[in-house]
């Protein structure tokens, strides 16, 4: 089946459970949702998402955070450390620097344990338990290993993270370390990793939670929710454009998923639904290179650097439903150098919103493409920053201010403020 926004309520299969079954996006086959492991099509090995009989308006959500969103997720709680309901800061003086009516920066770093990956593991470590499997484990560049340790501690679970030797932030492993995974650096890049966790997966040794996993994307589509309600609230519209960075692809599926079924449920029309941009670092761009090439396939690149460091990934697994989200929306998707993606860092710290560098990649991306005439002057921007400042402190240290010395006196102290080195 190809994944559109006029793609109309699917007939519920007699493979459902309360409603809810998985479904291939490439062949259509479909599958109980929970009495098998399962990550991908037994009969194509296509991608799997979840689907529901009834879809729910904005009127069936109560609460606060993810689980505010029950009525569209396959439970109605999870293994929870009160994850969502980020913020959604004004940027007035970025809103001007930029050129655009209006910019929000959604900063999902606000999440228990610092980036939006704990969306995807309040709802994925709850199927894990409904499966009844005892060992959880993921490929990650970081931030999916510290959310998966928090959350599979706080559900008892055996947690084993995959990480490449060298290549994480210090904050991210001490997460991790701190949460009891146990931690195996492997002697390659972070696709390496995710081939290795799946071939554990596939030998039945653990349950995988990379984004592959269809389940954990639920979760990670309450950002578009969560953005879309609170600026219909703010503004009285919904935005034109999010602009957000790309590493495996997971949120830019998950968003294009959420505002489909928005579209399904009569609470958006398809002329409404925002226009989904993705950023990658220049570095790391697989997806970009699709296209501006309009493939249909992403290429896998062997070889990723950049300094973002959580989307230093050169095969982006979930591809093929991120692509038709980006067309099919009218988005386009733009590379950026690490200088820009540093530079952008820097400007959210002015405004005082702390990120990392991957963070930052969207702000990067929605300048160069305000630049190259390709987002108007009249647009309602969000920008999407995944991750906390705290979660790389090498990197906020390397893109900041210098300390000064100084002598420990007042005298001392003056003078110093008085020179050069001073902000005044």
Not at 229 to 257: C, M
Not at 263 to 269: N, R
Not at 333 to 347: C, L, P
Not at 368 to 377: I, N, P, Q, Y
Request: charged letters at 25%; one cysteine or more; proline letters at 5%.
């Amino acid at each position: 089946m190809s994944l559109s926004l006029s793609v109309e309520q699917p007939e519920t299969p007699a493979e459902a459970t309360d409603g809810v079954w998985l479904e291939c996006i490439e062949c259509g086959e479909t599958f109980a949702p929970f009495e098998d492991v399962r990550y991908t099509c037994d009969e194509c090995d296509g991608l799997l998402e979840v689907r529901y009989d009834e879809l729910p308006t904005f009127d069936d959500f109560d609460g606060e955070g993810v689980w505010r969103y029950a009525d569209a997720l396959p439970f109605e709680s999870g293994v929870s450390i009160q994850e969502g309901s980020t913020p959604l800061y004004e940027v007035p003086r970025l809103e001007e620097s930029v050129g655009v009516e209006t910019l929000r920066i959604k900063h999902e770093g606000m999440n228990p344990t610092g980036s939006f990956k704990d969306r995807g593991m309040t709802v994925g470590v709850a199927v894990a338990r409904e499966l009844g499997v005892d060992r959880l484990a993921c490929a990650s560049t970081g931030n999916t290993s510290a959310a998966l340790a928090a959350y599979g501690t706080r559900a008892d679970m055996e947690t084993l993270v995959l990480l490449p030797a060298g290549k994480v932030a210090a904050g991210k492993v001490a997460q991790a370390s701190l949460h009891g995974a146990r931690i195996l650096e492997v002697d390659g890049n972070f696709d390496a990793c995710l081939d290795v966790v799946q071939d554990l997966a596939s030998r039945g040794e653990a349950y995988l939670l990379n984004s592959l996993n269809p389940f954990r994307l639920e979760g990670q589509k309450t950002i578009g929710l969560e953005i879309v309600e609170a600026f219909q609230a703010d503004h009285g519209t919904w935005p034109d454009r999010i602009v957000l960075p790309v590493g495996n692809a997971g949120n830019t599926s998950a968003l294009y998923k959420a505002f489909r079924e928005l579209v399904q449920a009569g609470e958006l029309a398809v002329d409404e639904v925002p226009k989904l941009t993705g950023v990658q670092a220049e570095g790391a761009a697989p997806m970009v290179e699709a296209i501006e090439n309009d493939a249909d396939e992403v290429r896998r690149w062997e070889d990723v650097e950049t300094r973002a460091t959580a989307i230093r990934i050169g095969n982006p697994v979930n591809a093929p439903k991120a692509l038709p989200g980006i067309r099919e929306t009218g988005g386009t998707a733009i590379a950026v150098s690490d200088e820009e993606i540093t530079d952008a860092q820097r400007a959210l710290a002015g405004e005082g919103i702390g990120v990392e560098p991957a963070s930052a990649a969207s702000l990067a991306g929605l300048r160069k493409l305000r630049a190259e005439g390709v987002v108007d002057d009249d647009e309602r921007v969000v920008c999407l920053t995944t991750g906390h400042l705290l979660k790389d402190p090498d990197a906020a240290a390397a893109a900041g201010n210098d300390p000064e010395p100084v002598p420990a006196d007042t005298d001392g102290v003056l003078e110093s403020l008085a020179s050069e080195g001073s902000s005044e």
